[in-house]
């Protein structure tokens, strides 16, 4: 496990990985859903049950991993759905009103779509990373 890089060498419960891997879990089937349903992937991401709570159970114990290499992955899974929500309220107020023209559904379809592309791959991502007990990277959005 490669826990090197800015965060320090604390110990980390072993809970703390496995509550993290659930967190990840619940944000995949999320996704899940999403794919599997009519629904859009970034709707079911954004306001399906399984990820509300889980972005709840990060802030809950977001302080109890302060300091170790779990922080990124919480930060990780935290700014995945904020950025997420973000962008999903960009492009509803930009394409929304236009969906009565013809362009404007296929770009709302299209937006929502790159965003869920976008956070099946943040989710992805930071989960194989935890596996593997890497840290996530801490600036940018990819």
Partial sequence: MDHSSTATQVAVDPRHISYANLVYGLHGLSIL?????AK?????????????????????????????WL???????IRTFWIALVAFLAVSLM???LSWVWIGL???W??????GLWALY????????????RIM???GIW
């Fill in 106 to 108: 296929p770009l709302l």
């Fill in 110 to 115: 299209t937006g929502y779509g790159l965003i």
């Fill in 95 to 97: 394409f929304r009103p």
């Fill in 122 to 133: 943040r989710t992805a991502r930071g989960w194989l990373a935890l596996r593997e007990g």
């Fill in 71 to 77: 922080d990124s992955h919480f930060r990780w899974q």
């Fill in 33 to 37: 859903i999403g794919l599997l349903s």
């Fill in 40 to 68: 859009y992937i970034v709707t079911t991401f954004l306001f399906g049950v399984p990820s509300l709570i889980a972005v709840v159970m990060n802030y809950a114990r977001r302080d109890l991993v302060r300091g170790t």
């Fill in 137 to 139: 990277p801490a600036g």
